[in-house]
């Protein structure tokens, strides 16, 4: 991607980051709601940066199919609480005992434990309460991304499966099959579930949404792939979180099992196997495109 490119994605992103924290903002009780304590929790980590990747992808592929704005806007937001729900329990001492998420405290190092696994629990809630909100799509629709984030997040090839996997993977059993499956599953699966959303939310053709999850399948993979070679190569001060923490606990990554060059050409290979399911859709899918090469290209 070109200095020039990058810079235009970027701003762009900016631009759509702002808008969803905006409606984030409007979703999340008040800081000063009773019982302030979670509430002001589910704040801190909600806004404690990020790269908004999920609503992002979300917003994006329902605007390649003219989706409406409104709706497409509220499941964007339910994705990111999923996401930031996912982020507080993983930090926690039981599992990645982290001190640092998007640059900031953890919630616990906050909050403290109770609180942030509670945090977590509460954003969980209020993403179904957000999908099943009235208003467009068809109740069928939405019911049918409610199913597929339960899957997307659940044991059997979702987050939390890739999680356990990730978790046992550090006692050493670990091979191709088993790395591939920690991958779509703790990270893919969501990715791949905020490119179908969009996609649903705007009633895509089944011709059109199997051309999206290829997509999101690819860039699924290839942003871990990227997100396991910054924390080999990068800072903590670049990653906003603890860098190589993956190596020290001797976690299954790309880098750790096939080397950094092979890893960054199997990034580079989905990426362009991604951008190459949306050739039917031409210059309307540029966006979709440009962020895909996005992801493996950042710093951070």
Known sequence: MSAI???AIRQHLDRVRAQ?????????????EFPVSIHRAM??????????????????TGRLFDGDEASLLRAACALEFIHT???????????DNDD??????TCHRVFGEDIAILAGDALQSLAFQVLASPGPPVDSVKLQVIHELTQAIGTRAGMVGGQVADLEAEEGNIDAQRLDYIHASKTGALIRLAARSGALYAMAAPESL???????????LAFQIADDL??????????????????????????????????????????????????PYGARAQRLCELAHYLIERTS
């Open 210 to 220: 199997g051309r999206i999850t290829t997509y999101g399948e690819k860039i699924g």
């Open 5 to 7: 490119a990058a810079s």
């Open 20 to 32: 969803v924290d905006e409606a984030l903002d409007r979703l999340l009780p008040s800081e000063n």
């Open 100 to 105: 640092l998420r998007r640059g900031k405290p």
């Open 43 to 60: 704040r801190h980590s909600v806004f404690a940066g990020g790269k908004r990747l999920r609503p992002i992808l979300c917003l994006e």
């Open 230 to 279: 910054l924390d080999e190569l990068g800072s903590t001060e670049e990653l906003g979180k603890t860098a190589g923490k993956d190596r020290e606990q001797h976690k299954a990554t790309y880098p750790a099992f096939y080397g950094v060059e092979t890893s960054r050409r199997k990034a580079s290979e989905l990426v362009e196997e991604a951008c190459e399911s949306l050739e």
């Open 85 to 95: 729900y996912s982020l507080i329990h993983d930090d926690l001492p039981a599992l």
